[in-house]
């Protein structure tokens, strides 16, 4: 088995400073710079750890963060509106440093943005929470949805169900458009919700080209701090961030094989009750969960 990517400490990225570690990512800002809002540009690295409800598991999935990270350049480089990568080449910003070849494979150079408060959570199909919400109410996070649908039914159409970004720790919220208008005004929830719907049906269209569904994702956009416009930012349509069936396996009547670490919930929910530390996930499971994290991207990408 590949060996888990160690998180790196500042001292081993030279030029750039530890500034922030979530659950699966770690910022990197230019020494000098105090914040993110100083910052010429911010290095994301992706790591190779794993969490499900709410809980940080080990040991993580060999590869992962390189896989995810190449699967969202690959995304960025496709969808027609403007994203946060940054050129790391020749001509960069003499402020900027080189990015590291330890974390090559895995990271991405990317402006600083003000960032939104909302994810833009699109749905495509009837599935996870939204169908248990849709049996109780005949809604997905408050929208109303035809009767006589079925578990992973295709929605007539995609509907955007936004969510209020937690702070650390916190569950996200899932929140109305209305709630958004108040957050962010009219216009920039408007944009984040037509941009989301554009982008997932590209997306949806590119994927489905190459026999994948995209069942549902969430986007992250911020504001650029020297035009204002709206940006493409964090992650974009990966294993993580989003819900894909193989188009094949889905018309055979299988809704539930997703190209993600559901693999790793199932296990722990037939081995967890949820209380203290979770179990060590067994060699079997994590070789799994790599593998379809790497299926998914070679069937995209090539």
């Known amino acids: 088995m590949t060996t888990v990517a160690p998180t790196p400490a500042s001292g ?6 530890h500034f922030y570690s979530g659950k699966v990512r770690d910022l990197y800002v230019p020494v000098g710079a105090t914040d993110l809002g100083d910052a010429p540009a911010v290095l994301v690295v992706a790591s190779d750890r794993v969490s499900a409800f709410d809980h940080l598991l080990e040991p993580g999935i060999p590869d992962k963060g390189a896989l995810l990270t190449r699967l969202s350049r690959w995304w960025f480089e496709r969808l027609p509106v403007a994203n946060h990568l940054l050129s790391s080449g020749s001509g960069a910003d003499p402020a900027v440093p080189a990015v590291p070849a330890s ?3 895995r990271s991405m150079l990317v402006k600083s943005l ?3 408060p909302i994810e833009c959570v699109v749905r495509g199909y009837l599935v996870g929470s939204g169908w248990l919400e849709y049996q109780e109410s005949g809604t997905v996070c408050g929208v109303p949805l035809p009767a006589g649908l079925a578990s992973g039914d295709r929605l007539p159409e995609p509907i955007y169900t936004p969510a209020f970004k937690a702070e650390l720790g916190d569950h996200d919220e899932n929140i109305t458009f209305e709630r958004t208008v108040e957050l962010v005004g009219e216009a920039t929830a408007t944009a984040l919700r037509d941009l989301s719907l554009s982008i997932f049906g590209a997306a949806s269209e590119i ?11 969430k986007f992250e956009f911020g504001a650029d701090r020297v035009t204002g416009e709206i940006t493409l930012a964090d992650e974009v349509l990966t294993s993580d961030s989003s819900r894909y069936w193989d188009r094949h396996t889905y018309d055979g009547g299988n809704r539930t094989d997703s190209f993600d670490k559901q693999i790793v919930r199932n296990w722990l929910l037939d081995n967890w009750n949820k209380e203290g530390t979770p179990p060590t996930l067994p060699t079997e499971v994590v070789e799994q969960t790599a593998g379809r994290y790497r299926e998914l991207l070679e069937r995209l990408t090539s």
């Open 12 to 17: 081993d990225l030279p030029g750039w400073r």
């Open 103 to 105: 974390v090559a494979d």
């Open 114 to 116: 003000d960032m939104f």
């Open 207 to 217: 994927a489905e080209e190459r026999g994948v569904i995209l069942a549902d994702t």
